[in-house]
């Protein structure tokens, strides 16, 4: 208990008390407007160009707002939404076969494991139809049918085809539609696109979001800009553990920026980890790419019986291999869930039964399809995904097994929001991955780039309006104490970074926060390691800040600058992941307590104890965060136990 | 392997550049080839040395961030690949490998392998969009899509605007990325209604840009890490050429 201290409750308050059917009409229906002449005199701020942001920044551009946006990269069509393979839920029903804006709803809220909040995850579901008709205007290309119409595919465990794709770019495709509805509207004057620059703290006056610090990553100059609200777009948190599928640059520098001013933090222990990723290569690995999941449906998973075994994969007779996962799962064998599979797979590694580099691996190997289908099927099948692992390992699936081994990947938690998507910091709306709204504690495939532009095309903009129109804001300009208060903390961490010029690289820190972070708080946590963690965490933050070396100045391009800026947020923001991980003593999604399972293994909720939402309230460097649950209720479905024996 | 890496070192836009050989005794086969500047970059930093600056995000080939010319080449000698996803394995053990920024009148050095390359996204603010502003869409199955059409629309809508092609080609030419988009919004039925103005407004914003003309050499294209083909330029020279003459 001495990790955190318990506070008030805290509950959502803006979502309307009708049948959940009605709620979003009732709510849009409530909320005040913004005249449109008056719209261009009020300008929001949106941080980030991913689907959520890219989509918000457009549409709020469109009713008429002055809409100030940033990103890092170079350009806005760069956000890591574009990376996003497999495809984008809708409940159009046009298979036929059964679906329904409630069916939609039913298996996300099933699939988050029973952590999300019912209002919020039915009006995605409802908004999903819109998304496609809004894509399919824009020109986005999605797999199309011979008859003209458009393909779906089913994904991720559910009994219905409503996933609609474009080949394996599903998020490049959509992002480029974001990206031109917003270029359409910087040409039209609308948004005032600042890229390469990055938001470095929240301005919070009288208690609202007025603005931002940020920093023009190419000259160095720091400014400010106000404005009437600021939106978060700035994704999720994955790069906490160095090696993930993120983007190099993905941070979470605004959202832990905005939590230590105020916005609180929703179970940030919830993170989701893919099983099918390329396995690290060596010491030098940077990242990790993503395999799509669809690999398992005819690849077979595998590991020598014999610890050890350091014969090629050919080599190894049929006798001396454990296909585990037919072996333990015989209902679902290879297709089981990601965090089961995920599991599994560190399982075996454990017992040293690992493949290549560092033992860290296992076989998923198609000679049995490429028998029983003959290679050609298989290759068109799956050509690309091949292709894409030979580049990477310059191994040849179609002659060794792939090697494959879980990996970061996506982040449930994130800023606390209500159903308007407001965070505890009145003005400042959180959007996207960067929320923790609609997942619970597991995200099922192809649901992220759903909620990503239901947020910013549909839920957001009516809801700012709201905001806008029902309060009263007083002018303030670059001079207000807050404002230079803000700014000039935000340098001085940079100065004081760019000081130390100790012995250590930025990276040397990140490498070892991850480890400690996949080690103790990956896929599988427990008590004593979580405390080991947060024994090791302050140690690993204090050593930063003394001994870490920043080349350069703050006054031209420097890229180490920017990444000493994300990792020293990252090291606070590891302590209250395995804070929230630890205090969270039941297994759920992507949380996964040994101390918490079944007799046969599996993930054990306890929904007596933990039936909330974890929305966790800075508590200063170093200090004690306090815990706000938010009870989450379930009137229209039904809690259960997931099985998949 | 034993590696010597020629880069290209320029402190700012306005500073004079030239290329440094670093040694790096140590490089992976199965390294990425970011990952060998990444360890160059962690030796420099402890040696007291600036670091050498490249864009990059993804690291997974889609994102367009990343791209350096690599002895000479676009993105360097491994076909249909980003810079990202090319590992030290494609070199051998000894090689000397210059590395440089795209080269572009268009395309301003900001600091040793960094270009702005901002022209691009102005080409796309010009016209290359569908004008749907949100909720105007009608259904989505109110107009079929031959998939024929679907398909050569998605294979140009593939471009992740790296700038491999002006990089590659002898003239600065932004053509092929700019026929990519030409190419798939002016097919779809959905961009037709600003089919014209579209291919005018981006050649326009091309030529702006300070990008050069496009005289067929096709270095864009085996450039490319996506592959766009030739045709798309094609295309757009016959929508260039139906707008014009449907002009008044």
């Given amino acids: 208990m001495s990790f955190y201290r318990l506070g008030d409750d805290i509950a959502d308050t803006t979502a309307p008390d009708v049948p959940i059917e009605q709620r979003w009409d009732k709510r849009r229906f409530d909320a005040k407007l913004v005249n449109p002449a008056n719209r261009r005199r009020h300008t929001v701020i949106v941080v980030g160009t991913g689907l959520a942001g890219g989509a918000a920044g457009a549409t709020l551009a469109e009713q008429g707002y002055h809409v100030i946006q940033f990103c890092y990269q170079d350009s806005p069509r760069r956000a890591h939404s574009i990376a996003a393979q497999g495809g984008i839920n809708a409940a159009k029903n046009y298979r036929n076969d059964g679906d329904s804006v409630y069916r939609l709803f039913y298996d996300t809220v099933k699939g988050g494991d029973f952590r999300s909040r019912e209002s919020n995850v039915y009006r995605l579901a409802q908004t999903s139809t819109q998304i496609i008709d809004q894509c399919v205007a824009q020109g986005v290309p999605f797999a199309r049918e011979y008859g003209g119409l458009l393909d779906t595919r089913s994904f991720g465990g559910v009994q219905v085809a409503r996933t609609f794709y474009a080949r394996g770019q599903t998020g490049q495709q959509l992002l480029i539609g974001a990206y031109q509805a917003l270029s359409r509207q910087i040409d039209a004057g609308g948004v005032e696109m600042h890229a390469r620059t990055e938001m470095l703290d929240l301005i919070v006056i009288d208690g609202r979001a007025r603005g931002i610090v940020a920093r023009d990553l190419v000259t160095g100059e720091i400014s400010t800009y106000l404005a009437d609200a600021v939106v978060l777009a700035t994704g999720g948190y994955g790069n906490v553990f160095y090696l993930s599928t993120n983007a190099k640059n993905s941070n979470a520098s605004a959202i832990w920026r905005a939590h230590r001013r105020g916005a609180y933090f929703a179970n940030p222990c919830y993170t989701q980890i893919h099983p099918t990723c390329i396995p690290r290569s060596g010491d030098h690995q940077s990242k990790l790419t993503l395999m799509s999941e669809s690999l398992r449906n005819d690849g077979r998973i595998w590991v020598p019986k014999n610890p050890g075994d350091t014969r090629s994969p050919d080599q190894i007779p049929e006798d001396d291999r454990d296909y585990y996962l037919e072996r333990i799962y015989p209902g679902f064998g290879n297709l089981v869930p990601r965090d089961i599979a995920s599991r599994a797979a560190k399982n075996q590694c454990d017992l040293g039964r690992g493949v290549g580099p560092g033992g860290l691996g296992v076989y998923l190997d198609f000679a049995d399809a490429i028998k029983r289908m003959g290679e050609a099927a298989v290759r068109e099948k799956y050509g690309n995904l091949f292709e894409m692992y030979d580049r990477i390992t310059g191994e040849d699936p179609y002659k060794v097994p792939m090697r494959i081994y879980p990996a970061i990947h996506y982040t449930m938690g994130g800023l606390w929001v209500d159903y308007d998507l407001q965070s505890t910091i009145p003005g400042c709306f959180v959007v996207g991955e960067a929320n923790f709204s609609d997942h619970g504690a597991n995200r099922l495939g192809a649901s992220a780039l759903m909620q990503g532009l239901a947020d910013g095309y549909f839920v957001l903009p009516p809801m700012l309006g709201n905001y806008i129109a029902s309060t009263k804001l007083d002018k303030v300009d670059a001079s207000h104490p807050e404002v230079t208060a803000t700014v000039a903390e935000a340098t001085g961490r940079l100065d004081r970074l760019l000081s130390i010029d100790g012995e250590r690289t930025v990276d040397s820190f990140h490498r070892e926060l991850g480890e400690i972070l996949w080690n103790e708080c990956g896929m599988a946590r427990t008590e004593d390691g979580l405390r080991k963690a947060l024994g090791r965490l302050p140690e690993l933050r204090e050593e930063f800040w003394r001994s870490v070396k920043v080349p350069g100045s703050g006054a031209s391009l420097n890229q180490s600058l920017e990444r000493a800026n994300r990792v020293s947020d990252f090291l606070e923001l590891g302590e209250l992941l395995c804070v929230d991980a630890l205090h969270r003593e039941e297994s759920c999604g992507g949380h996964f307590r040994v101390e918490s399972q079944t007799p046969d293994g599996e993930a054990r909720r306890d929904d007596d104890r933990f039936a909330y939402a974890a929305a966790w309230e800075f508590g200063g460097t170093g200090g004690t965060p306090v815990l706000h649950r938010e009870p989450l209720e379930f009137d229209y479905v039904h809690l259960a136990q997931r099985n998949y024996a | ?248």
């Fill in chain 2, 1 to 248: 392997m034993k590696l010597t890496l020629r880069i290209w070192r320029q402190a700012g836009p306005a500073e004079p550049g030239r290329m440094v050989a670093y040694e790096v005794p140590d490089a992976n086969p199965d390294m990425s080839f970011l990952e060998l500047l990444d360890v160059l970059n962690e030796r420099l930093t402890l040696e007291g040395e600036d670091p050498v600056t490249f864009d990059h995000d993804c690291r997974e080939g889609i994102c367009g961030s990343c791209g350096v010319v690599i002895n000479g080449q676009a993105h360097g000698p491994r076909a249909l690949t980003t810079t990202c996803q090319l590992h030290v394995r494609s070199f051998s053990d000894g090689d000397v490998i210059d590395i440089e920024p795209w080269r572009s009148v268009a395309f301003g050095v900001l600091k040793d392998l960094m270009v702005d390359r901002s022209g691009l996204d102005r080409i796309i603010q010009a016209g290359g969009y569908i004008s749907a502003p949100t909720g105007s869409a009608p259904e989505a199955h109110s107009t079929p899509v031959p998939k024929p059409i679907a398909d050569s629309a998605f294979d140009n809508a593939t471009c992740i605007g790296c700038g491999a092609c002006v990089a590659a080609c002898p003239n600065g030419s932004a053509m092929l990325f700019t026929s990519a988009k030409v190419a798939h919004l002016n097919s779809l039925p959905q961009g037709a209604p600003e089919r014209a103005s579209r291919v005018l407004n981006l050649v326009e914003a091309m030529d702006a840009e300070g990008f050069g003309g496009c005289t067929n050499t096709g270095e864009c294209t085996n450039a490319c890490p996506k592959g766009i083909p030739m045709d798309s330029i094609a295309t757009l020279n016959r929508e260039y050429l139906r707008a014009s003459l449907g002009r008044k």
